[in-house]
Nanobody
Framework: QVQLVESGGGLVQAGGSLRLSCAAS????????MSWYRQAPGKQRELVAA???????NYADSVKGRFTISRDNAKNTVYLQMNSLTPEDTAVYYC???????????WGKGTLVTVSS
């Protein structure tokens, strides 16, 4: 059974930082691409950042230079370091992975990030 459990969300002032974590189980973590998505109120879910099994990363234009995605295969955990946060970053942040063989998507329950101005 695949489980993705996010943590690290909270309330932060504009300009501040947070680090999100996503602990994965039930998958061969080291071969999976791991991603962070977010969904703001009234908006569609959007890709924030992704990291492949080889460590290649990509980011949404809106977070480039401010957010960093990383992974620790020994801990089956992916991180999202978020710096210089703005109120526009307020959203529920979700961890995601896709089964590399069958293509099924798995999602965590999300963690809320609120950035006050």
């Amino acid at each position: 059974q695949v489980q993705l459990v996010e943590s690290g969300g909270g309330l932060v002032q504009a300009g501040g930082s947070l680090r999100l974590s996503c602990a994965a189980s039930g998958i061969i973590f080291s071969i999976n691409t791991m991603s962070w998505y977010r969904q703001a109120p009234g908006k569609q879910r959007e890709l924030v950042a992704a990291i492949t099994s080889g460590g290649s990363t990509n980011y949404a234009d809106s977070v480039k230079g401010r957010f960093t995605i990383s992974r620790d295969n020994a801990k089956n955990t992916v991180y999202l370091q978020m710096n210089s946060l703005t109120p526009e970053d307020t959203a529920v942040y979700y961890c995601n992975t896709r089964d590399p063989i069958y293509g099924q998507d798995y999602w965590g329950k999300g963690t809320l990030v609120t950035v006050s101005s």
